[in-house]
């Protein structure tokens, strides 16, 4: 017998079938799309008020938002960067909407706040975005945007005299800049305005610029426009100013790389082009070093000669690494710093400029490192670091002495020897080893009965490492266990791994995914009453499909900022930057891909679907918030069990970059209050 339904908001359907490739597809909530229609917008305010109203009557949610709010009061820490003897780093501290930049004269010096986006917004949705100091620090070009829209607009700040410039550049989404060396202009990335593409194109067609201070940047002279406009520019210049180099990433593992001789006038001569591989470049000491992965999918360090660029030129001096994925290289007066990521976790390591290594850098321990920052001219690198049970904490190592000590950390009543931190292995389904981290109270006892908090994500390269968050430790402190598989898709094992798990290989996630949560249910952890599974973006795709593949599994499923309906996703703002790492339903074969997965095509009516928190957000301009819409609609109408499927979407916020720090914890007040009930977990 059917049990009893909640009264959700009443949703109505459409008939649209699209034939793609012969192949009829039902979409019934089609009109769920338009968010801009007052249907669905009345529509969405009714699921809010459902959600609030359940998530409201949880008991201890009071409990859970106090707790939050302490927690979340750890504060935020980056590395420093260096412009000649000025430190700008960015800092949070109690319960500030949004990180403050910093800076300092001298690496000792007073701070001084440069911005404050906190006092730009009553509610704390204004954003720094990204900021650029000039070559002397003297002057800063930084990012702002709203309500988590990611759409910069362009300022330039006096430092010493806090006074801003005239100039406001906007379009300037994730901005690439590079500073004349005189601090007169710079090179600078910018998307089109309204009306000068077609519509629907306004997140593509990123150009590189010139502008020079105090000029019109409408009148400002195109530098560089890609062949495609799916192609991602980016800019910087050699410290001398001569040399220019353009990157240009084709697809999240294709990227070109051009020079061009500014003294000289010459063109514009390609470095790496048309080539199946990544390629990153930084010019310094008269060098060009390039990291790739052509021909290494765990990565090396080139060193070019910009006159003569060709790949017959090339010295290697990083050679690649079997069991080791080399991630970055920076560069300082005589050392180059070379980050590494070894079975998940970070290593650093020093080297002369020739490659030579010189030290290991003893980090604390299993973690990650969250940046590592020098100056070309420089003799001090410092690095960021962090654990599951490790605030972040910054370094700074003197490489004329040798000596490494903390320069900054962030303060918290932290007590880590409560907890354990593990790294297991387990066979997905195809035999294929994965491994996965696993943090818990030392004295958890193997019951099968323990809450199991079970996220990843799997996708364009990322790795998923041993990181500090402020929310975990709530679930941590109440007895749950935090597990992270290291999925096919990401980065955490090079090149390859990624391949595996993308395009036709994009099961092998899902696979991996749900492989961890049964190795889980087997060995006793945890059973599906108690588990819950979460991921945001690419996440979320991820633990969309594994509840339509094996609802079984979960007794409760949180979905963030999701793709869901994947044979229409790349249709909606900058989706088609992704056709890459999924394919796209205007091709058969990958069609094929696409509709054998896509979660919002998956659901099948009468199935007991376990509890669903579908969290999105108004301002999203990467993932389209229909995906959530669609996806609640039509589990709501399917599910067969009492288990509620629940939307909240946030006003006045994005995908999560420049989210304030209110709407951070409201948002985590109601996805931990979703996850503790459904598993039962008394706060």
């Excluded at 979407?649 to 304030?660: N, Y």
């Excluded at 109601?670 to 996850?675: K, L, Q, R």
Aim: charged share 20%; glycine share 8%.
């Amino acid at each position: 017998m059917r049990p009893a339904m909640l009264p959700y908001p009443s949703t109505r359907t459409q008939a649209v079938v699209d034939v793609l490739h012969g192949e009829p597809v039902s979409d019934p909530y089609r009109w769920l799309e338009d968010g801009t229609a007052v249907e669905t917008r009345e529509w969405t305010a009714q699921q809010n008020a459902f959600t609030e109203a359940y998530l409201g009557a949880v008991p201890g949610r009071d409990r859970i938002r106090k707790r939050l709010e302490q927690l979340l009061s750890i504060g935020v820490l980056s590395t420093p960067a260096l412009a000649q003897g000025r430190y700008f780093y960015l800092r949070r501290d109690g319960t500030q909407n949004q990180p403050v930049l910093y800076w300092r004269a001298g690496c000792e010096g007073e701070d001084r706040v440069a911005v404050d986006p906190n006092v730009l917004s009553a509610g704390g949705t204004t954003a720094l975005d990204w900021f650029y100091p000039s070559r002397d620090g003297s002057l800063l070009a930084y990012g702002l945007s709203a309500d988590g829209s990611e759409e910069s607009v362009l300022h330039v700040l006096q430092v010493e005299q806090g006074r801003l410039l005239a100039d406001r550049i906007s379009r300037m989404r994730a901005a690439s800049l590079a500073w004349l060396p005189d601090g007169s202009g710079f090179y600078y990335t910018r998307y089109p305005a309204p009306g000068d593409v077609p519509q629907g194109e306004e997140h593509y067609h990123r150009t590189i610029l010139f502008h020079r201070l105090g000029d019109d940047p409408e009148t400002d002279s195109v530098v560089f426009t890609p062949a495609q406009k799916e192609y991602w520019a980016g800019v910087s210049l050699s410290p001398d100013g001569r040399w220019l180099l353009i990157s240009v990433a084709r697809t999240f593992d294709q990227t070109d790389l051009y020079l061009q001789d500014l003294a000289s006038g010459g063109p514009m001569v390609p470095v790496a082009e048309g080539l199946a591989a990544s390629f990153e470049g930084e010019l310094a000491h008269g060098w060009l070093f390039v990291r790739t992965n052509l021909d290494a999918p765990t990565y090396r360090l080139y060193r070019v000669d910009p006159g003569q660029p060709g790949r017959s030129k090339w010295q290697e001096i990083v050679a690649p690494r079997e069991h080791a994925v080399f991630e970055s290289a920076t560069i300082a007066k005589s050392r180059l710093a070379l980050s590494y990521l070894e079975r998940a976790s970070s290593r650093l390591e020093l080297t002369d400029l020739d490659g030579r290594v010189i030290e290991q850098v003893a980090l604390p321990g299993l973690g990650s490192l969250f940046g590592v920052s020098a100056e070309w001219v420089g003799d001090e690198i410092f690095y960021g670091f962090s654990s599951y049970t490790t605030p972040p904490s910054v370094y700074r190592i003197d490489t004329r002495a040798g000596a490494t000590r903390l320069w900054k950390r962030v303060e918290a009543d932290i007590d880590p020897t409560r907890f354990m931190v593990r790294q297991v292995s387990y066979q997905s389904r195809d035999q294929t080893p994965i491994s996965m981290f696993l943090v818990h109270s030392v004295d958890l006892q193997l019951n099968g009965d323990n809450p199991t908090y079970l996220t990843g994500y799997g996708g364009f390269n990322i790795s998923m490492t041993p990181a500090f968050s402020r929310s975990l430790l709530l679930w941590l402190e109440h007895g749950g266990v935090l597990a992270v598989p290291n999925l096919r898709g990401g980065g955490e094992y090079g090149e390859h791994w990624h391949q595996s798990g993308i395009l036709g290989n994009k099961q092998n996630s899902f696979d991996d995914f749900i492989g961890a949560a049964e190795w889980l249910i087997r060995e006793r952890y945890t059973r599906p009453e108690r588990l819950a599974a979460a991921g945001g973006s690419n996440g979320g795709l991820l633990v969309g499909s594994a509840l339509t593949q094996r609802p079984d599994l979960f007794r409760a499923v949180l979905v963030q900022v999701p793709l869901l309906d994947m044979l229409r996703y790349h249709q909606f703002l900058i989706a088609r930057l992704w056709i890459p790492e999924y394919g796209s339903a205007d091709d058969a074969t990958q069609f094929q891909w696409l509709r054998a997965y896509s979660p919002y095509h998956k659901v099948r009516d009468g199935i007991s679907y376990p509890a669903v928190l579908l969290a999105t957000a108004e301002s999203d301009t990467r993932v389209d918030p229909m995906h959530a819409r669609k996806m609640a609609a039509r589990l709501q109408a399917a599910n067969a069990s009492d288990r509620p499927i629940l939307l909240r979407l946030e006003s006045q916020a994005g995908h999560g970059a420049g989210k304030p720090l209110a709407k951070v914890i409201d948002e985590l007040t109601d996805s931990w209050t979703f996850v503790f009930s459904e598993l039962g977990v008394q706060v």
